[in-house]
């Protein structure tokens, strides 16, 4: 197993993929380049049956992006098969189980996971967290916000609560619901707090955060956009 073979046996591994997918989506060859064509990028099928074949030992980036969309299916599962492959030569002669290089594929380990087979260095994870390459950043960044609207939906639903029960109906349960929205008042603005810091980095960084919906502009000193008004959606299709 030389390390030149690698590139033919990783189009194999593609080659599988795509054939499995084409398969599943019951297209075949010739619908399949008519999706990809519809998609902007026209691939003859001659080419997509040669390399499922292996009479074409390559695929380029922009194809295989194209034929994962044509085939509805994440990019990633096309290079490694979770869930049909135990493991995956990830790199020449470096076999790994096959979840886990999907992850370093995916941006969200730095090479090493569960299994001893591969283990990061220090100088491996200090690259991962220091490098701002945008996806696990932005990946934590969604996490926080979708942890901050729950703390907010809780706390508001609690208060609700309690103003429905009113002070009288049950004092305890009113009393405790008030602290459960107190509680989680406070989660939010904490958790508000991370957003906050996590965009400052990206600022740092040189990368631009992702927009934060309009409703959350009150935890936040920097300005959100209100959504666009169905007047500029319509103008904004007419252009």
């Not at 370093?104 to 001893?116: I, Q, T």
Request: hydrophobic content about 40%; some cysteine.
């Amino acid at each position: 197993m030389t390390q030149e073979e690698w590139p033919a046996r990783l189009a194999r591994t593609m080659a599988a993929e795509v054939r499995r997918f084409r398969q599943v989506r019951g297209m075949s060859a010739q619908q399949l380049a008519d999706r990809c064509a519809e998609l902007g990028m026209p691939i003859a099928r001659s080419v997509l049956a040669n390399f499922e074949s292996g009479r074409r030992p390559t695929l380029s980036v922009a194809e295989l992006l194209i034929i994962a969309q044509a085939l509805r299916v994440p990019p990633v599962s096309l290079v490694f098969p979770v869930g049909y492959e135990e493991r995956t030569e990830y790199l020449p002669g470096k076999k790994y189980d096959t979840f886990e290089a999907a992850q370093w594929f995916s941006g969200e380990v730095p090479g090493h996971g569960l299994s001893s087979s591969w283990q990061a260095t220090e100088d491996d994870v200090a690259a991962f967290r220091e490098t701002p390459f945008g996806v696990a950043q932005f990946r934590e960044h969604e996490r926080l916000v979708r942890s901050l609207v729950s703390h907010q939906l809780r706390a508001d639903a609690k208060m609700k609560r309690a103003v429905q029960l009113g002070e009288n109906f049950d004092p305890e349960l009113h009393r405790a619901l008030l602290q459960v929205a107190e509680e989680m008042t406070e989660a939010t603005y904490r958790t508000a707090e991370e957003v906050a810091k996590i965009r400052a980095e990206l600022r740092e960084d040189g990368l631009t955060p992702p927009p934060l919906p309009y409703y959350l502009a009150p935890y936040f000193e920097e300005d959100i956009a209100p959504p666009p008004t169905a007047e500029e959606i319509l103008a904004r299709t007419d252009d």
